[in-house]
């Protein structure tokens, strides 16, 4: 049963456009949610999290966005960049610290 | 300098085959996982050390036996390999259970 939803396998988006990639949980004791950045033939690289106490995290170009009642996070990047075509995984795990993860998302940032 | 190694990155075996992928970090990490990315790409944890002791084993086959022989290693060893043990293996560490984790760049392995 898979906890964690990235329902938009893919996303293309223009360079210096915002890219905005969508996640969704359904466990409530979720308490803390990370984004991780995956280029082929390497392994996931963490890139932002957010705890449940907080609704917003901002680090250089990308944010992350936290609705709770929603059940709902969103990672945008702006402006994107060419370097950023990845795919991008989000991740959540309660105070057991075991991360589940959504399938993930591929992000192409055209020139 | 890398962070989170692992060995071998690409393993082709024959079912029924017993192998071993090693994971070594140098970050100084007290706690390590393996996870497996199937064929639709999810991640799925599987184990998960701290400081040598077993602190996750989820709902694995007992084909699949990890060992730490100390907080910088973590190897996996795989039993009578099977057709669906195909996948990529990711080995990864973090400094608390709260802190991010550092994944190595994974193991491909492949049953014939």
């Known amino acids: 049963d898979q906890q964690v939803k990235q329902n938009s396998p893919s996303l293309s988006v223009q360079e210096g456009r915002i890219s905005i990639l969508n996640c969704d949980y359904t466990n409530s004791m979720f308490d803390y949610f990370l984004w991780y950045k995956k280029y082929p033939a390497e392994g996931p690289t963490f890139l932002i999290s957010?705890?449940?106490?907080?609704d917003k995290n901002e680090d250089g170009r990308f944010t992350v966005f936290l609705n709770k009642s929603a059940k709902h996070l969103s990672l945008h990047i702006v402006p994107s960049q060419p370097g950023d075509s990845a795919v991008y995984f989000c991740a959540c795990h309660k105070n057991d610290y075991k991360l589940s993860f959504g399938a993930g998302t591929t992000v192409t940032v055209r020139a | 300098d890398t962070a989170v190694s692992q060995t071998p990155k690409y393993l082709v075996t024959q079912m029924g085959n017993d192998k071993s992928i090693k994971c070594e970090q140098n970050l100084g990490h007290d706690t390590m996982y393996w996870y497996k990315q199937d064929s639709k790409k999810f991640l799925k944890i599987m184990f998960s050390?701290?400081?040598?002791?077993?602190?996750i084993n989820e709902t694995v086959p007992n084909r699949f036996s990890p060992k730490s022989p100390d907080k910088a290693h973590l190897n996996l060893h795989i039993n009578s390999l099977e057709l669906g043990d195909s996948a990529v293996y990711f080995c990864?560490?973090?400094?608390?259970?709260?802190?991010?984790?550092?994944f190595g760049d994974g193991t491909r392995l492949s049953i014939l």
């Open positions: 050390y701290n400081n040598k002791e077993l602190i």
């Open positions: 957010i705890s449940s106490i907080k």
């Open positions: 990864a560490s973090s400094q608390q259970g709260d802190q991010p984790q550092h």
